[in-house]
Structures are given as structure tokens and as C-alpha cells.
């Protein structure tokens, strides 16, 4: 059964580029049925989908955050990173990885990681 | 920027039917998918391509649709149920996807 687990920085400084990187475990992240990518919640509020690749460098981006996002595949390592540069409190969110199998609606998040807080603040 | 919208809450007894909605003028076209949150957890997918159920998700879960509105009916909610839940689709083009704002589904 693929997990996922999302680790990085817990706090990064107003206008500095924030990292993430997912570990994929139980399966490959080559795999020509899947998407991987990022989505986000700011505390207490609802979720926001960042963007998604496939191990080919396919990439669909949210079209609000498309200029400061960056999403990349190491599939030597089985993982997926994110870089969200210029950030702002307003970044200050938990932060998903999730695996997207590919739907009617084209693609959908499941499984997810545990998710990874995000504190933007100097 | 394109969106769906749900109801911020509902509120059923235990063993009542909960229904709750997510409208968005792409669903015509574009399936719903449902995602239940327990508080500080990370969602789960319940529902898949309108009304399909994943394994290990109970019977009483069920998803519909009907014009621009797609429903989650939780049949004979349990006090277990009590999470949010977001609705996710795409945009006409399909190339946006989003999710609704969520409905906290209380249970008691």
C-alpha cells in the first residue's frame, strides 16, 4: 500500500522560497496511472490544491499561485518536491502531498500524506 | 476562477440521513468526488467519480448527481461520521481543479 510523507522546513522567513519533499514508499513514483502533487490549508480554513506532475514532467499548475510554484520528480529517489517562492503569512498552511489516480474528472487526490505545517513568519 | 459551493454546516441525529451538497456549473460534465476530514487528519476519499464508493468505505455512504448540484448522503449517520467533507471537481476545460469550501457534518 503506497504512503506518502511530506518533510521540510516548519518555518520559513516573509519572501524567502519555501521546500517541501515527498517520500513515496509502497510504489513507484513512475508509474504511468498516477499524478503527484500538493495541496494545501491554511489553519482552520478549507483545502486549496497547488499543482500536479507525472514522472514524465507533465505539470498542471493553480492558476492563483502558477507564477511562484515549482514542482519537480527525482524518480531515482521516489519523490516529489514543491518550491513556493515569496511567501507570504498568507502561505501559512499544512501542507498535503497526495498520490492523483487518474479519473473521469481527470485527476483526483488519494491517497494522502499525514501533512506537514507551514509557518510563514520571520 | 471556478467554484464550488457547499453549505457550512449540517446537523443530524444519530441514525438520521445526512445529505449535503456541492453545486458548480461544470458538474454536468465534470464527476464529484467527496473527501471526509476528522479533526487533525488528513482527508479521506469517500466517494470517486460521482458515485462510486472506494473499498473499506461503509454502504451507507452514497453520492449522486443531478444538473449542476452533486450530493453526499450519508444513510443512518453515526457519531463517527461527525468531520468535514469537501467536494472536489474540475473546471469545463479541465484544467482547474478545486474544492469546495466544506461542511462541517455534525452528528448528535
Known amino acids: 500500500q503506497v504512503q506518502l510523507e511530506e518533510s521540510g522546513p516548519g518555518l520559513v522567513k516573509p519572501s524567502e522560497t519555501l521546500s517541501l519533499t515527498c517520500s513515496v514508499s509502497?510504489?513507484?513514483?513512475?508509474?504511468?496511472?498516477?499524478?503527484w502533487g500538493w495541496i494545501r490549508q491554511p489553519p482552520g480554513k478549507g483545502l486549496e490544491w497547488i499543482a500536479s506532475i507525472n514522472h514524465s514532467g507533465s505539470t498542471f499548475y493553480s492558476a492563483s499561485l502558477k507564477s511562484r510554484v515549482t514542482l519537480s520528480v527525482d524518480t531515482s529517489k521516489n519523490q516529489v518536491s514543491l518550491k513556493l517562492r515569496s511567501v507570504t503569512a498568507a502561505d501559512t498552511a499544512v501542507y498535503y502531498c497526495?498520490?492523483?489516480?487518474?479519473?473521469?474528472?481527470?485527476?483526483?487526490?488519494?491517497?494522502w500524506g499525514q501533512g506537514t505545517l507551514v509557518t510563514v513568519s520571520s | 476562477s471556478y467554484e464550488l459551493t457547499q453549505p457550512p454546516s449540517v446537523s443530524v441525529s444519530p441514525g438520521q440521513t445526512a445529505r449535503i451538497t456541492c453545486s458548480g456549473d461544470a458538474l454536468p460534465k465534470k464527476s464529484a468526488y467527496w473527501y471526509q476530514q476528522k479533526s487533525g487528519q488528513a482527508p479521506v476519499l469517500v466517494i470517486y467519480d460521482d458515485s462510486k464508493r472506494p473499498s473499506g468505505i461503509p454502504e451507507r455512504f452514497s453520492g449522486s448527481t443531478s444538473g449542476t448540484m452533486a450530493t453526499l448522503t450519508i444513510s443512518g449517520a453515526q457519531v463517527e461520521d461527525e468531520a468535514d467533507y469537501y467536494c472536489?471537481?474540475?473546471?469545463?476545460?479541465?484544467?482547474?481543479?478545486?474544492f469546495g469550501g466544506g461542511t462541517k457534518l455534525t452528528v448528535l
Open positions: 509502497g510504489g513507484s513514483i513512475s508509474s504511468w496511472s498516477y499524478y
Open positions: 472536489y471537481s474540475t473546471d469545463s476545460s479541465g484544467n482547474h481543479r478545486v
Open positions: 497526495a498520490r492523483f489516480f487518474i479519473a473521469m474528472a481527470g485527476i483526483a487526490p488519494d491517497p
